[in-house]
C-alpha cells in the first residue's frame, strides 16, 4: 500500500497498526483472509451476513470487529465502510471475498440466479470500492479482490460465476488506473479449485456418482482439473497479506492466479 520504498517500515510485514475490511469474513477464503492480517498485525472489521458467525470469528482476534451486512443491499456497502472508519478512525485496505454463484445449466438458470450472482460479488465490490476509495486515497490504501479462474477458463455450467470473475479482472483493472493518480493500489487474486465449503459439495457429488470414497473423489476431481492437489484458504490469505503489504509497493494491477496450475493459458 505504500508508495515510497525507502520510508521505514513498521514491524510485521509493515502490516502492522493498519486497518483492513474483508467481505464474506465468516468463512471459507474470507474468514482466512481475515486470520491472516490479524495475525499481521492489522485491526480488521469483518463483514459477513451471518452476525454470530463473524462475531465468533471477530471474538478471537484482538482488535478486530465485526459487521453484519448484506451486501446485495444497495446502501449496505458505504454503511460498511462507515463501520470500519468510526471504528478504527481510518482504512488502509479493502478486501472484497464475498459473493458465492450459482452453477447450473445455463438455460435453467433464470434471471433471478444471475441478478443474485452479481449483486453480491460485482454490484457489491463496486459499492464497497466507490465508499472506500475516499478513506484508501487519504491512506495511500489498497484494495484486493477476490475473483476467481473461472473468470478466465469458460465452463458451461459456470456461466454466472465466469462472467462476475472476468468483470472483477476488468474492474481490478480499470481501477488500478485510476490508482496511479488517487494513490490507491488495486490487484486480484484468482483462487483455483480451494478446499471450501463448495469444494466439498463437489467432492461429495463425485463420490456419490462414481461410488468413491472421498481422497478418491477428490483425486478424481483434482486430476479433472489438471492440478496435483486442491488448495488451502490460507494460501490465498497469503496471497492477499502480500499484496496489501510493503513488499508489493510496485504491484498495480495485477492479477494473480493462485490455482496449482490449472490456467495454462499465457
Same mark, same amino acid.
Given at each position: 500500500?505504500?508508495?515510497?520504498?525507502?520510508?521505514?517500515?513498521?514491524?510485521?510485514g509493515?502490516?502492522?497498526?493498519?486497518? @483492513? %475490511?474483508?467481505?464474506?469474513?465468516?468463512?471459507?477464503?474470507?474468514? $482466512?483472509?481475515?486470520?491472516? !492480517? &490479524? /495475525?499481521? =498485525?492489522?485491526?480488521?472489521?469483518?463483514?459477513?451476513?451471518?452476525?454470530?458467525?463473524?462475531?465468533?470469528?471477530?471474538?478471537?482476534?484482538?482488535?478486530?470487529?465485526?459487521?453484519?451486512?448484506?451486501?446485495?443491499?444497495?446502501?449496505?456497502?458505504?454503511?460498511?465502510?462507515?463501520?470500519?472508519?468510526?471504528?478504527?478512525?481510518?482504512?488502509?485496505l479493502?478486501?472484497?471475498?464475498?459473493?458465492a454463484?450459482?452453477?447450473?445449466?445455463?438455460?435453467?438458470?433464470?434471471?433471478?440466479?444471475?441478478?443474485?450472482?452479481? @449483486? %453480491?460479488?460485482?454490484?457489491?465490490g463496486?459499492?464497497?470500492?466507490? $465508499?472506500?476509495?475516499?478513506? !484508501? &486515497? /487519504?491512506? =495511500?490504501?489498497?484494495?484486493?479482490?477476490?475473483?476467481?479462474?473461472?473468470?478466465?477458463?469458460?465452463?458451461?455450467?459456470?456461466t454466472?460465476?465466469?462472467?462476475?470473475?472476468?468483470?472483477?479482472?476488468?474492474?481490478?483493472?480499470?481501477?488500478?488506473?485510476?490508482?496511479?493518480?488517487?494513490?490507491?493500489?488495486?490487484?486480484?487474486?484468482?483462487?483455483?479449485?480451494?478446499?471450501?465449503?463448495?469444494?466439498?459439495?463437489?467432492?461429495?457429488?463425485?463420490?456419490?456418482?462414481?461410488?468413491?470414497?472421498?481422497?478418491?473423489? @477428490?483425486?478424481?476431481?483434482?486430476?479433472?482439473?489438471?492440478?496435483?492437489?486442491?488448495?488451502?484458504?490460507?494460501?490465498? /490469505?497469503?496471497?492477499?497479506?502480500?499484496?496489501?503489504?510493503?513488499?508489493?509497493?510496485?504491484?498495480?494491477?495485477?492479477?494473480?492466479?493462485?490455482?496449482?496450475?490449472?490456467?495454462?493459458?499465457?
Amino acid at each position: 500500500m505504500d508508495t515510497n520504498p525507502g520510508e521505514d517500515r513498521p514491524v510485521g510485514g509493515g502490516l502492522a497498526g493498519r486497518t @483492513a %475490511l474483508v467481505s464474506g469474513a465468516s468463512r471459507g477464503i474470507g474468514l $482466512a483472509i481475515a486470520r491472516r !492480517l &490479524a /495475525a499481521e =498485525g492489522m485491526r480488521v472489521l469483518l463483514v459477513a451476513r451471518s452476525a454470530e458467525a463473524i462475531g465468533a470469528a471477530a471474538a478471537a482476534m484482538p482488535g478486530c470487529a465485526a459487521h453484519a451486512a448484506d451486501l446485495r443491499e444497495p446502501k449496505a456497502a458505504a454503511d460498511a465502510v462507515a463501520a470500519a472508519v468510526a471504528r478504527f478512525g481510518r482504512l488502509d485496505l479493502l478486501v472484497h471475498s464475498a459473493g458465492a454463484t450459482q452453477r447450473g445449466d445455463f438455460l435453467a438458470l433464470d434471471d433471478a440466479a444471475w441478478e443474485d450472482g452479481y @449483486a %453480491l460479488k460485482l454490484f457489491g465490490g463496486v459499492r464497497l470500492c466507490r $465508499a472506500a476509495w475516499p478513506h !484508501l &486515497a /487519504a491512506a =495511500g490504501g489498497g484494495i484486493v479482490l477476490i475473483a476467481g479462474v473461472g473468470g478466465r477458463v469458460a465452463s458451461a455450467d459456470f456461466t454466472i460465476g465466469g462472467s462476475v470473475n472476468a468483470a472483477l479482472m476488468n474492474l481490478t483493472k480499470a481501477l488500478a488506473d485510476r490508482g496511479v493518480t488517487d494513490g490507491v493500489r488495486v490487484n486480484c487474486v484468482n483462487p483455483g479449485s480451494i478446499r471450501t465449503g463448495r469444494l466439498t459439495g463437489r467432492i461429495a457429488a463425485v463420490r456419490a456418482a462414481r461410488g468413491l470414497d472421498e481422497a478418491a473423489a @477428490a483425486r478424481a476431481l483434482a486430476a479433472e482439473t489438471g492440478v496435483a492437489r486442491f488448495g488451502e484458504p490460507e494460501e490465498i /490469505a497469503a496471497a492477499v497479506a502480500f499484496l496489501a503489504g510493503p513488499q508489493a509497493s510496485y504491484v498495480q494491477g495485477a492479477i494473480l492466479d493462485v490455482d496449482g496450475g490449472w490456467v495454462r493459458a499465457v
